[in-house]
């Protein structure tokens, strides 16, 4: 696979303005970057056999090598090819600090998703 596919909710705020971001700081990227909503396509979630409330609640990443990376490792397959970011992929891929910036990231992305679902936003 010469690309990466980011699954991603736009119905939350949080989450749609950090895509926005990363997509702005990935538009050198020298891999193609096909961003799908959930909200708007759920039948892409098809591809990858996974629930909508899962990629509302984390970030999946089809890698250029055809794997699925789910929450902080999406973001880790995203910041390889991101310029300017390899180096925050490379620190977040030590062993205790990937397993910090997962336990982080679960935690807030519970904690969003709950913030989310209270506010019904889907």
């Not at 789910?70 to 970011?85: D, Y």
């Amino acid at each position: 696979m010469d690309r990466l596919k980011v699954y991603y909710n736009s119905a939350c705020p949080v989450c749609n303005a950090g895509i926005r971001g990363q997509k702005r700081r990935m538009e050198s990227c020298p891999l193609e970057v096909e961003w799908i909503d959930i909200h708007s396509h759920p039948d892409a979630l098809k591809q990858i056999g996974a629930s909508q409330e899962s990629v509302r609640e984390r970030l999946h990443v089809l890698d250029e090598k055809g794997e699925l990376r789910v929450g902080a490792e999406a973001f880790r397959a995203l910041w390889t090819h991101t310029p300017g970011q390899s180096g925050l992929a490379r620190l977040t891929g030590l062993p205790l600090l990937n397993r910090l910036s997962k336990w982080i990231y679960n935690a807030f992305a519970a904690a969003l998703y709950a913030w989310n679902r209270a506010n019904r936003r889907w």
